[in-house]
Each structure stands twice: as structure tokens, then as C-alpha cells.
């Protein structure tokens, strides 16, 4: 079955710095592997996804992330965090079978003036 | 770019009461839509899978006959929560795709309920 690991339920940064936000798959077959973004009471929005090919990953908003297969990662980066960065993030591998996500617990980012 | 709008974004019903979800892909056909339910700070749960035109498919340990769905076009889906209850109290987000294999998923803006 496939699972995904979210490190860290909140992240705090300071405006212009990196932004790191970790995920950990489980898969036994290769992986499709998104990143979504949601801001208050709002529904989900793709940042990225991974499905085969170039194993980094540019998205929208400057956000970036890297698929390695040997550490079964996939972690978001951002360079330089903007207030407008803050949201919930949510990592998600898909089943390839049924075509459903399958969500990480999701990480809270806040952004310091 | 592909829209899925959700209506109504708030609703607040009496105990007993059902209440529906409308859930439209504005521009392109949506062959699978799918619900899902988030709690207070937690993830997304999958509730069921719908596909045009035939019965939804639910997840384990989520009951049909109360959270029941319909797709009967190809732009168009609805969740009924029937005889809700306050534990039925949620954020419930649906999210279509046309062509599932590409993995094209647009979500809606999500539907505050709330049961007193």
C-alpha cells in the first residue's frame, strides 16, 4: 500500500528565507508523486507534480521539488519565502491503479516578518 | 484553465435535516470526480469516487446510504448528506478530472458544513 510522511506539522521561516518543506512516499511501483497548496477554507491548488522524466520539478509560485528514488523523497523548496507563502501544504502519491490520491497529514508553513 | 466550482461554500442545516453539495466542472467533462472530507487541521479522506453515468464507488467505513452521490452528467456531481448529525460537521471538497490517467485534477473551493 502506499503512504505518505509529512515531517513536521508546522514550519516557521523568515520572510527571504528557504523554505523547506519535507515528504516521505511509500510505493511499490513507481510513483506520481503532487504537491498542493490551501489557503483558509479554500479548496486544494497544484503547486507541482512528478511523473516521470526530469526528476526536478519546477512549479508555480517558485516553489521546486525533487524526486530521489533512493531516498524515497520528494521535499518542497522554496529560496526566499514570501508572506503570502503561508497556507498548508499537502504532499500526495497517487495510486496508479484507482487514480486516487493519497494524502500526507500536511504542514502548516508560517512566514515571519 | 481548467474550473470546478463548489456550491454553496457555507451551509448551516438543522439536525435531521439533508443537505446537497453541487460540484461542476465549468469547462470540460469531468468523467471522475471525487469527494472528500477534512477535519478540523487533518487531511484530506477520500470518501468515494464517482464516475458518470454509474454507481459511486465508496471507501471503506463510509456509509452510502447517508452521504449519498450522483453524477449524473458529465459537469456535474453532488454529495447529499442525509439526516446529518453535528459529527456530519466538516470541510468537504470535491475534485474532477477529465481524463484521470494525466492526473489533471482541479479541486473546488471546498463547503463549509456545519450541523447544529
Known amino acids: 500500500a502506499q503512504s505518505v510522511t509529512q515531517l513536521g506539522s508546522h514550519v516557521s521561516v523568515s520572510e527571504g528565507a528557504l523554505v523547506l518543506l519535507r515528504c516521505n512516499y511509500s510505493s511499490s511501483v513507481p510513483p506520481y508523486l503532487f504537491w498542493y497548496v490551501q489557503y483558509p477554507n479554500q479548496g486544494l491548488q497544484l503547486l507541482l507534480k512528478y511523473t516521470t522524466g526530469a526528476t526536478l520539478v519546477k512549479g508555480i509560485n517558485g516553489f521546486e521539488a525533487e524526486f530521489k528514488k533512493s531516498e524515497t523523497s520528494f521535499h518542497l523548496t522554496k529560496p526566499s519565502a514570501h508572506m503570502s507563502d503561508a497556507a498548508e501544504y499537502f504532499c500526495a502519491v497517487s495510486d496508479q491503479g484507482t487514480y486516487k490520491y493519497i494524502f500526507g497529514t500536511g504542514t502548516r508553513l508560517k512566514v515571519l516578518a | 484553465g481548467a474550473v470546478v466550482s463548489q456550491h454553496p461554500s457555507r451551509v448551516i442545516c438543522k439536525s435531521g435535516t439533508s443537505v446537497k453539495i453541487e460540484c461542476r466542472s465549468l469547462d470540460f467533462q469531468a468523467t471522475t470526480m471525487f469527494w472528500y472530507r477534512q477535519f478540523p487541521k487533518q487531511s484530506l479522506m477520500l470518501m468515494a469516487t464517482?464516475?458518470?453515468?454509474?454507481?459511486?464507488?465508496?471507501e471503506q467505513g463510509v456509509e452510502k446510504d447517508k452521504f449519498l452521490i450522483n453524477h449524473a452528467s458529465l459537469t456535474l456531481s453532488t454529495l447529499t448528506v442525509t439526516s446529518a448529525h453535528p459529527e456530519d460537521s466538516s470541510f468537504y471538497i470535491c475534485s474532477a478530472a477529465q481524463e484521470p490517467a494525466n492526473y489533471g485534477y482541479t479541486f473546488g473551493s471546498g463547503t463549509r458544513l456545519t450541523v447544529v
Open positions: 464517482s464516475n458518470e453515468g454509474s454507481k459511486a464507488t465508496y
